[in-house]
């Protein structure tokens, strides 16, 4: 192999391609080629190398004590910089199929590591930050504004700030000086409020007031804010979620410094999701809302084409299936029913991660003493249109439409002590769906109501909270990639790394009693009660963005090809890194395993 070949394969290699041209150079001086048959053993606790290996073709697997495969290597993977570094070894490493590798002199590999911070860096940082590197490497060619783009780094209005004592028109008078036509009040207690165009023709105009009156009696408040450093993309949702078209902006020390508006923030992305989610609003027939609902599968395309992260996608997604649900309910319901019952959607879909329309899972709580009968005919026709929307029908039936999940507060009460009192795995699946159940529509205090008593049940419940969590070892998290890849093709990405997490994550925010249903953030709530180590928190959220990507990934290239929607991943289509990031994340999940197994003492049941 030339000189020209051999930079040319190290180039492809990460992270080799941040080698200055001299670097490189010398590398490529104290590297040859070498051979290596089946079972030789590469390196082992009595074994320490001296190169560091690159291979070209060929297969190892890295053996742990228990003589376990803990990972595997083939074509244009590297290893054992550890054993370099620190000296040592507690694993060994095997070839499983003959081997054809580079192999660099340890003291050339210790020296680069020593010029080149960006080399180092690769090799030394924690399993995040490598996950964070290789994700930063994979999706570069994919970042847009989307992706990287600040509350700052947009348009931001100078804010016209003004006392909660000021006269009404002294403080229009200040805000044409501004040329803004919102009014920023401030109370002594540091809140900050709005008066804006349309509020000052509702509140002066219609009501007849005088503009003498201190500002204080016609703002809102509190005004909505970001943070100049949060990304426009979590302003975007915001904007989306509460129906606004303006947002204060405060800096690191909570101070309002500008006021950030939906049209700039509109120019800035220039996408379709406001048009949907002004189609959705302004629906007056199911027509018009199957219409807007539609159109859900173009801007996941679009976002997901533009590198935005899955968690500010399903954010976005959740918060207009949220509005088409909402809507839906006020177009089929007599206003008299809404007010006494709750629609709630459950599963992923109340956890907020269901990006691609799967299946429903949605119920609907009904007040005691009120006749639920009467209800069902419009639940019905709800599942009805919401199939013909898109939404495909649960195979499990977990669908409004069903009396099961249609009844009254006192109704569902007595089912959650049958799942508690009475367990098996429905009814541990029952309960794992309800506890994620999200109010979307109708009186969403039946709801708390009911998670209150569902809370107060589980108390001291330790063998059934254990039985609950063992659920998060249903389905094996392969080791490495090759564990599947010589069994099959696929990988269920759902079952083998998605449900570990959000069951494990649900089992710790059941224990602890946290409301809040999405995974991302009952991550970040364990960390801050300190259930979750905070380097442990990281790994799952680094981890869990991984495996839905390639999930979501996978699922729009299934509907390109006119397949049938499904959560596996070919693992003969990922690239290297999408494969390095895979086997992270395995690692993340197989030892989270273990913390959940800890946790709930999940060996001392059957």
Known sequence: ?????????????????????????????????????????????????????????????????????????????????????????????????????????????????????????????????????????????????????????????????????????????????????????????????????????????????????PVKDIAIFPLLTVHNDDYLFEALTILIKKNIKRIGVTN????????????????????????????????????????????????????????VKVNHISNLIGQLNTKVYQKLYSLVLPQELRKDACFIVMGSEGRNEQIIKTDQDNALLVKDNVDVEQYRPYMLE????????????????????????????????????????????????????????????????????????????????????AYFAKATLTFDTPNTVTNIMTKSHNIDIKKAAVFPIVQGIRSLALKEKIRETTTVKRIKILEDRKILEKSKAAELLEAFDVVNTLRLKSQLEDIQDGKKINNEIDTHTLGKIERDLLKDSFKIINEFKKFITFTFRIDKIS
């Open 252 to 307: 690191s020390k909570g101070e309002m410094i500008g006021i950030l508006e939906q049209i700039d923030v509109l120019s800035h992305f220039a996408n379709h999701t406001y048009v949907v989610d002004s189609k959705i609003k302004k629906a007056k027939n199911i027509e018009d809302l199957k219409s807007a609902s539609k159109d859900l599968l173009n801007i996941i395309k679009s976002l997901h084409a533009k590198g």
């Open 1 to 213: 192999m030339s000189i020209q070949d051999q930079q040319a394969f190290l180039s492809n290699i990460h992270p080799f391609q941040v080698l200055t041209s001299q670097q490189m150079e010398i590398c490529i001086k104290h590297m040859d080629i070498a051979y290596y048959p089946k079972d030789s053993v590469l390196i082992n606790p009595e074994k320490i190398p001296n190169y560091f290996f690159i291979i070209i073709k060929g297969t190892v697997y890295e053996y742990s004590v228990e003589n376990i495969v803990v990972m595997d290597y083939h074509h244009q993977d590297s290893f054992d910089s550890n054993s370099l570094i620190y000296g040592k070894c507690a694993n060994t490493f095997k070839v499983y199929e003959d081997l054809i590798c580079y192999e660099l002199e340890k003291n050339t590999f210790l020296k680069l590591i020593e010029e080149n911070q960006q080399f180092k860096d690769y090799f030394l940082k924690d399993l995040v930050n490598r996950i964070q590197t290789l994700k930063h490497k994979e999706y570069t060619s994919e970042l847009s504004s989307f992706m990287i783009a600040k509350v700052e780094d947009t348009l931001i209005h100078d804010a016209c700030i003004i006392d909660e004592n000021t006269k009404l028109i002294d403080a229009i008078q200040q805000s044409m000086e501004y040329k803004t036509s919102s009014i920023i009040v401030k109370k002594r207690n540091g809140e900050y409020g709005i008066i804006t165009d349309s509020l000052l023709k509702i509140k002066v105009l219609l009501e007849g007031r005088d503009l003498t009156i």
């Open 382 to 465: 709800i599942t009805t249109h919401l199939i013909d929307f898109g939404y495909p029908p649960c195979e499990g039936n977990i669908m409004v439409s069903n009396p099961f999940w249609c009844k009254t507060v006192s109704e569902y009460k007595r089912e959650t002590a049958r799942w508690i009192e009475a367990p098996d795995m429905q009814n541990y699946m029952d309960l794992a769906i309800f506890f994620d159940s999200f109010a979307v529509a109708g009186d969403k205090e039946l709801l708390i109501n009911l998670k209150d008593d569902l809370f107060n049940k589980l108390h001291d419940k330790d063998v059934f909270m």
